[in-house]
């Protein structure tokens, strides 16, 4: 089993930055993908970034050139550095990752991102 905790959400104003972590807890050899997702208010959830062990990154078009992922392997840790943003950016904010085997992803509970005008 796999537990992720999100952490690092918060309020910040438009053309700000904010940086999310998440760490994996429990059977962390089996991660593969770890990424970010996102949901806004009356959105459905979108990808944000996502990276794979060996370091191949996808970014979901709204934020390419703003937000950046990366990947601490030895602690378990995923991160998002938020730049540049935006009140479209408001959103709460879900870590993902997906395991060798697994025919599932897992979830972490999400936090929230609120950027004002």
């Known amino acids: 089993q796999v537990q992720l905790a999100e952490s690092g959400g918060g309020l910040v104003q438009a053309g700000g930055s904010l940086r999310l972590s998440c760490v994996a807890f429990?059977?962390?050899?089996?991660?593969?993908?770890m990424g970010w997702y996102r949901q806004a208010p009356g959105k459905q959830r979108e990808l944000v970034a996502r990276?794979?062990?060996?370091?191949?990154?996808n970014y979901g078009d709204s934020v390419k050139g703003r937000f950046t992922i990366s990947r601490d392997n030895a602690k378990h840790t995923v991160y998002l550095q938020m730049s540049s943003l935006t009140p479209e950016d408001t959103g709460v904010y879900y870590c993902?990752?997906?395991?060798?085997?697994?025919?599932?992803?897992?979830w972490g509970q999400g936090t929230l991102v609120t950027v004002s005008e």
């Open positions: 993902n990752c997906d395991r060798y085997g697994a025919p599932y992803a897992v």
């Open positions: 429990g059977s962390t050899f089996s991660i593969s993908v």
């Open positions: 990276i794979t062990d060996g370091g191949r990154i």
